[in-house]
């Protein structure tokens, strides 16, 4: 069964360094989904990719969070400079088109975060 | 802006019990809906969605939820839970909006522990 890649699936970096988290959605999937799950939380979305377009990171804290999908495909979500506040889970998920259509999304595992 | 609240954050039962875990959201619009489970160590799955039709939804495992439009709720269901049914449960929400790209709105998860 096909699943959305994540890697790496733990990283601890000292605050105020950068960090990138890689994500390979399902084969075919045109939407593409990052989002932070904080400890005792249920995920909220960052940005939302439809093919090789953002189509809403307005959660996305922009001075430090930056995202790219650029061939549609994979995609890199990365943080600059890392605060403790960025500690939590990071899930990228994938759907043939978004979730308000018939397709479900398509969760990975995940990569836990720990600033120090 | 959409909300999403799951009623309990915790839930202990026996097996054999039934389970009820409440999720009421607020949108006046249309609405799609989810729920997600995490077991131990694995991925996000989904268990059941209602889009439209019958309100009664029946899920894998055994699990259903009925969506209640005049109450805002979509409440899950198990008749008799088994230990493989410990996990945490999201409720998640997709309303549409011109301006919401059908993005998926979760609630806070409830850890659901079941005894031998």
């Known amino acids: 069964e096909a699943e959305v890649a994540q890697s790496p699936r733990y990283k601890i970096t000292e605050k105020s360094q950068a960090v990138a988290f890689w994500c390979d959605p399902i084969?075919?999937?045109?939407?593409l989904y990052w989002y932070r799950q904080i400890l005792g939380q249920g995920p909220e979305l960052l940005v939302q990719?439809?093919?090789?377009?953002?189509?809403?990171d307005s959660q996305l804290p922009k001075d430090r969070f930056s995202a790219e999908r650029l061939k549609g495909v994979d995609s890199t979500l990365k943080i600059q400079p890392a605060e403790l506040g960025d500690s939590a889970m990071y899930l990228c998920?994938?759907?043939?088109?978004?979730?308000?259509?018939?397709?479900?999304?398509?969760f990975g595992p995940g990569t836990r975060l720990t600033v120090t | 802006a959409q909300s999403v609240s799951q009623h309990n954050h915790h839930v202990i039962l026996s097996e054999a019990a039934s389970l009820e875990l409440g999720c009421n959201y607020s949108?006046?619009?249309?609405?799609?809906l989810f729920w997600y489970v995490q077991y131990p160590g694995q991925h996000l799955q989904l268990l059941l969605k209602?889009?439209?039709?019958?309100?009664l939804v029946k899920g894998i495992k055994g699990f259903e939820a009925e969506f209640i439009k005049s109450k805002f709720s979509f409440n899950l269901r198990k008749p008799s839970v088994q230990w493989s049914d410990t996990a945490e449960y999201f409720c998640?929400?997709?309303?549409?909006?011109?301006?919401?790209?059908?993005?998926?709105?979760f609630g806070a998860g409830t850890q659901v522990v079941v005894t031998p």
């Open positions: 209602y889009f439209s039709g019958d309100p």
């Open positions: 084969s075919g999937h045109a939407t």
């Open positions: 998920a994938s759907s043939l088109l978004w979730a308000g259509s018939s397709y479900e999304q398509y």
């Open positions: 949108y006046g619009g249309t609405v799609n």
């Open positions: 998640a929400v997709n309303g549409w909006a011109t301006d919401s790209w059908g993005k998926l709105q």
């Open positions: 990719f439809q093919d090789e377009s953002v189509v809403d």
